[in-house]
């Protein structure tokens, strides 16, 4: 299942899908200046084999006799790092940090804490390090514990979480704070001092972090700004809050309590009225978690009969967020997908390239193709009337008009896989965004109702898609009822392993499973797994434009539109002088093609790459990560022109814009 939002449907659901847990910053981490906060990833512990040795070795660690426990509360300590492997023959371990101060946790020599499960209980004890140093290359910590002198009993501590105290965090400067200490506070309107809720989970977008908040009341209908005090109920809605100065201006510590000032529509967001009982609410979120429960159910079969028993393991140990975590990427694994690409690998394809497919088709697809110069092209916009193609321009704006187009806009990076400058590159694709949609606005001059509008995103960056950008804009004009923001499909990374039939799923560790996007031809996919094209169909939309994002992109150009329409055509495509392959794609489908395309999706093709991916992997019961010098992996990329199999050349047209 894939993650799909519709911006203020009348649904209880939150913004965040309810089968996939929020993640959880580091607790030791403090929140710095609210504008671009940066965290250290979090790590997950690869935990060794629970077995009597390992007690005696920690036993001896901390000084105590074989089989004592140490009694402490949990909530005393602060997770700092967890150990992940023994280093060098001395006994030295490799730490991996969830801290902001790893120099202060990792090098100082003194008491520290161990959390360890052993036979099933969990224990934690006191121990003293000797020392430590950094390991840049592995971005990890090399620690020495006293009592621990050998690799032996080195081996028997990987797994353990190492604590500090929480009286012993460092003082913060003013406007840091740590994660935790958010939790539970109070959370009011600084304008009429109403109590909005508590806040119950911090979550790091990328961009910032956002507060979500429990509504104290959330009564149908309630007017934020102009009530002075809550109502009585609690329904337990939650609401997301952009952690930043403008909105969040004042925090008091010392009273558990901050105040805030959103924009307009911001609490509303996800406060619409459902006319539907709680009891009738509770159960479609039953019946929801239970569908889920079969989809997890059914993908471990799956997964069991594809040969990739070694990714369930995860759900034997860890923790229980850990598990659900895996859990959910289990339940979101498109099989038909991975199926289709790991026959890539037997049968490899050359990669579908657009200006090919029109030389090898040229003599069909350019006689008959409209041919408009870029400048043209644009004039129509500002001037229309005056226009040679004044009458395709009307007749593609009248269907606008009449709501029977959609527009999908692949917010993806069509390389396939994240940019490292995650930051830089979402707000130049947010304000290029910003100025394709008010152009289009605009241009149609159409105050409300405008078409359905359709945007896939690459996860990261979804939710300050849906929380920052769409909302503080107003939706551009467009109907909130009519846009969806869509999660990009993923296909999981597999091994390269010549001497078997099967090439194994690799894992970054036992809960996380390595993925990255399809690509732009995930698309059709994705429409289909999300039934949005019967949705479409109800709403009385026959045109579906899909396009990627680019400067060139021009969003519901009603010429295109009419163009496809007067020609009957099934598809059309917009080609330019300089093709850039999937990141310059402008195509318009009617609904009927674009059902056919989705119900083909075997047929698509896959490009497989070979590239050099760490991961752990499970020998002789246990745990080890794996380093490699070569590619060790494929990678699997679906282009968007990869539909054109499947498509009849009489029923395509081409508009060929020139420079």
């Known amino acids: 299942m894939h993650l799909s939002w519709l911006l203020s449907a009348p649904s209880p659901s939150s913004l965040l899908p309810h089968h996939r847990p929020p993640f959880s910053l580091p607790p030791c981490s403090p929140l710095r200046t609210r504008f671009f906060v940066l965290f250290p990833s979090r790590c997950i512990p690869i935990p060794g084999l629970l077995s009597v040795p390992r007690f005696r070795a920690i036993a001896e660690a901390v000084d105590k006799a074989e089989g004592e426990e140490f009694d402490r509360k949990d909530s005393d300590f602060i997770n700092v790092g967890y150990i992940c492997a023994a280093h060098g023959l001395e006994g030295e371990l490799r730490v991996k940090p969830s801290t902001d101060f790893p120099e202060l946790r990792f ?9 360890t499960r052993i036979t099933g209980k969990e224990l934690i004890s006191e121990v003293e390090l000797t020392g430590g140093r950094a390991h840049p290359g592995q971005k990890s910590w090399i620690i020495s514990l006293h009592g621990i002198d050998t690799v032996e009993k080195a081996k028997q501590m990987v797994g353990s979480t190492l604590l500090v105290r929480e009286g012993d965090r460092p003082e913060l400067d003013e406007d840091e704070f740590y994660t935790p200490d958010l939790f539970n506070m109070r959370v009011f309107l600084k304008e009429t001092g109403t109590l909005v809720g508590t806040v119950v989970n911090v979550v790091n977008t990328g961009a910032n972090d956002v507060l979500q908040v429990r509504c104290h009341s959330t009564g149908e209908g309630i007017d934020w700004l102009n009530s002075t ?14 952690f930043v100065e403008a909105i969040v201006p004042h925090v008091d510590m010392d009273n558990r309590e ?14 619409h009225s459902d006319p539907r009982s709680k009891k009738e609410r509770r159960q479609l979120e039953w019946k929801q978690r239970k569908k889920i429960k079969y989809r997890v159910i059914s993908a471990k079969r799956k997964l069991s009969e594809l040969g990739q028993n070694h990714v369930l393991e995860g759900l034997k140990i860890g923790e229980k967020d850990q598990r659900r975590f895996l859990a959910g990427q289990i339940a979101e694994i498109n099989f038909k997908l991975l199926q289709c690409s790991l026959e890539s690998i037997r049968t490899p394809i050359e990669r579908y390239d657009l200006p090919k497919f029109i030389d090898a088709n040229s003599a069909g697809l350019m006689k008959s193709a409209f041919k408009i110069s870029q400048k043209c092209l644009d004039s129509c916009k500002s001037d229309a009337e005056n226009s040679i193609h004044y009458g395709l321009y009307e007749a593609g704006l009248q269907l606008l008009r009449e709501s029977k187009v959609a527009t999908i806009i692949l917010l993806n990076d069509n390389s396939g896989k994240y940019s490292e400058s995650v930051d830089d590159k979402l707000k130049s694709k947010i304000i290029l965004l910003q100025k394709l949609l008010l152009d289009c606005k605009s241009v149609l001059k159409m105050k409300e109702d405008i078409f359905p509008l359709i945007l896939i995103s690459p996860a990261h960056e979804i939710q300050s898609y849906a929380q920052i950008f769409l909302l503080e804009n107003d ?40 993925q990255y996007p399809v690509g732009a031809g995930g698309v059709f996919s994705l429409l289909s797994s999300d039934k949005l094209i019967d949705g479409l169909s109800e709403i009385g939309v026959e045109y579906v434009q899909i396009c990627s994002l680019s400067k060139r992109s021009a969003i519901a150009h009603p010429l295109f539109l009419g163009l496809v329409n007067s020609r009957n055509a099934n598809t059309g495509i917009k080609i330019f002088d300089r093709n850039k392959g999937d990141g310059e794609f402008d195509g318009v489908f009617s609904l009927s093609s674009l059902k056919n395309i989705c119900k083909q999706t075997n047929k698509l093709q896959f490009n497989v790459s070979e590239e050099q991916h760490e991961h752990v992997e499970l020998v002789d019961k246990e745990w080890i990560e794996v380093r490699p010098d070569v590619p060790n992996a494929y990678h699997f990329h679906c282009s968007v022109y990869s539909f054109l199999n499947t498509c009849s050349l009489d029923d395509m047209c081409l508009m060929h814009i020139l420079d």
Not at 229 to 242: D, F, M, N, Q, Y
Not at 258 to 271: A, D, F, R, S, V
Not at 490 to 498: A, D, F, H, I
């Open 107 to 115: 090098s100082k020599p003194g008491k520290r804490w161990l959390r």
């Open 229 to 242: 005090k809550p109502e009585s109920s609690a329904s337990g809605h939650l609401v997301w809050i952009p």
């Open 258 to 271: 901050m105040w805030i000032t959103p924009p307009k529509g911001l609490l509303e967001l996800n406060l």
């Open 475 to 514: 939706y551009f004009g467009f109907s909130s009822q009519k846009i969806w923001l869509l999660e990009e499909e993923k296909l999981p990374v597999v091994g390269m392993c010549p001497n078997e039939n099967t090439h194994k799923i690799l894992l970054k560790s036992p809960w996380d499973i390595i």
